[in-house]
């Protein structure tokens, strides 16, 4: 069965950290380019992180530059977003997303929530 599972989602303090995983289950990962989005509410769904390419080339939406980096571990077909200084604003759920190179096929996770609030 074909899917991708967020975990790590919490509520943490202004200036804390977390890390979200994807695992993916009956596809391999670097096969697709793989992202973040993050959805507020009354927001549109954003792209927050990307992981594109053979050369892992990652791109990242500017109000987390230097603040959260996307990665992935091939053995355990997971990735990964390690968010750091976290801020209020970044208070939303955030799904993980892989798409085709080739094609128009894509796939959602479920969403985790992140919370950020003294």
């Known amino acids: 069965h074909v899917q991708l599972e967020e975990s790590g989602g919490d509520l943490v303090q202004p200036g804390g950290s977390l890390r979200l995983s994807c695992a993916a289950s009956?596809?391999?990962?670097?096969?697709?380019?793989q992202s973040w989005h993050r959805q507020a509410p009354g927001k549109e769904r954003e792209l927050v992180a990307e992981?594109?390419?053979?050369?892992?080339?990652?791109n990242y939406a500017d109000s987390v530059k230097g603040r959260f980096s996307i990665s992935r571990d091939n053995a355990k077909n997971t990735l990964y977003l390690q968010m750091s200084s976290l801020k209020p604003e970044d208070t939303a759920v955030y799904y993980c997303?892989?798409?085709?190179?080739?094609?128009?096929?894509?796939?959602w996770g479920q969403g985790t929530q992140v919370t950020v609030s003294s």
């Open positions: 997303k892989i798409e085709s190179y080739y094609t128009t096929y894509h796939l």
């Open positions: 009956d596809l391999t990962l670097s096969n697709y380019a």
């Open positions: 992981l594109t390419g053979t050369d892992n080339k990652t």
